[in-house]
Every structure is written in structure tokens, then in C-alpha cells.
């Protein structure tokens, strides 16, 4: 049977209702946990980041990855997109963090009720109080149906906080049939009570 996608529709958020967050560096990727809420194909996410104008040169790259048994990314990612340094605003800056990322052509089958993590990653090394980037959020953090990882030289670890995010889905749906298909359904099956009565 043929299944239809529909525009992406928000499926999932965390917005921090603070400025606080995590830093993002080469000795420190972050993830967030996601619960699924439709079936369908996970066509868009954004994250609330923030750069250094001064430092960055070199862009993050986003992986989606499934989730094991103790809540935490698993090992090997669904897809892996790049964010380009220049599509990150600085800290502060008046035209908002959340920066878009458009997973065309590279979509992810997703089912309702499964859960997901986001994972970031960042090239580049922090120095002192000159840190590249940032993934905004706050701790504790408000969001029930995941929570936020840190990774440095041991694994995965949750860090109490939960880290701003978006996702969206193109849920699929059974095409609805025509009232012309329901007609015929109906008369085969008075045809069919008929012959059944006629004995």
C-alpha cells in the first residue's frame, strides 16, 4: 500500500527558558535525547547554539544516532550533517541561536515512541576562557522525555542539563480511500449478503 508524506510538523522541542549551556570542543561532544512522537521521517532539526566570533574557523557536525539501553547515543549514527561555522550566531547576538539544519535528501525513518539522540561535535580546541561553541540549555532542565549527554575521555555521561533543540517530522499516513472505492466496497458486500440469503 502507498504512504504519503506530509509537510515536516514539529514533533519535538526543548526551548531553555535561560542563556546557560554547555561548551562544544574537540575534547567535548554533547548530545540530547529525544522521544519520537510519530511515525514518519525526521526531515529538520535545530539547535540553540552559540559561537565565539573570535575562534571558530571550522564548522560542528550534527550525528543522529539510536539510543542503548541506558538512555545513552549509541556507537554508530543514522546520519551525520555539517554546520558551517558562519550559519552559528555569536553569543548574545539579537538575531537568535537556533540555527536550522535541513536534512534533504539524507532523512531519517523514525517510529513513534522510539528515542533518538542528537550528538554534537566540534573540530577545534578551547584555551583558557576561549571556548568555539556552545549548545545552549539550562539545568535542571524541563524536558521529560530525554535528557542531555556529555562525552569526554570515558564515555557518556548525563550532565542534568537538557539542551535546546527542534525536531520535525513528515509523519507517513494510509492514503484515505475514495468515496467511489467505499461504493463498491459496500455494494459487493450487499451482493455478497444477498446470494448468501437466496440459498
Known amino acids: 500500500m502507498a504512504y504519503a508524506a506530509t509537510a515536516g510538523q514539529l514533533d519535538q522541542q526543548y526551548l531553555p527558558a535561560s542563556a546557560g549551556g554547555l561548551i562544544v570542543e574537540q575534547a567535548q561532544s554533547l548530545a540530547e535525547t529525544f522521544k ?9 532539526v535545530a539547535l540553540d547554539l552559540a559561537r565565539n566570533p573570535v575562534l571558530p574557523t571550522q564548522g560542528l557536525t550534527l550525528g543522529i544516532f539510536r539510543t542503548l539501553a541506558d538512555g545513552s547515543p549509541a556507537t554508530t549514527s543514522l546520519a551525520t550533517f555539517s554546520i558551517a561555522a558562519d550559519s552559528v550566531s555569536p553569543l548574545g547576538s539579537p538575531m537568535g541561536n537556533f540555527v536550522q539544519i535541513d536534512l534533504d535528501g539524507s532523512e531519517v525513518d523514525v517510529v513513534a515512541g522510539e528515542k533518538l539522540a542528537l550528538v554534537l561535535q566540534c573540530g577545534l580546541t578551547g584555551h583558557g576562557m576561549v571556548d568555539p561553541y556552545a549548545w545552549l540549555g539550562r539545568a ?6 530525554g535528557k542531555g549527554y556529555v562525552k569526554q575521555q570515558f564515555g557518556w555521561s548525563p550532565t542534568g542539563y537538557d539542551l535546546g ?12 480511500p475514495s468515496p467511489w472505492a467505499l461504493l463498491a466496497t459496500g ?6 449478503l444477498k446470494r448468501r440469503s437466496g440459498r
Open 165 to 176: 533543540f527542534q525536531t520535525y517530522i513528515s509523519p507517513t499516513t494510509v492514503p484515505e
Open 36 to 44: 519520537v512522537s510519530q511515525t514518519g521521517q525526521l526531515d529538520r
Open 187 to 192: 455494494a459487493g458486500a450487499l451482493c455478497f
Open 140 to 145: 535542571p532542565g524541563g524536558y521529560a522525555d
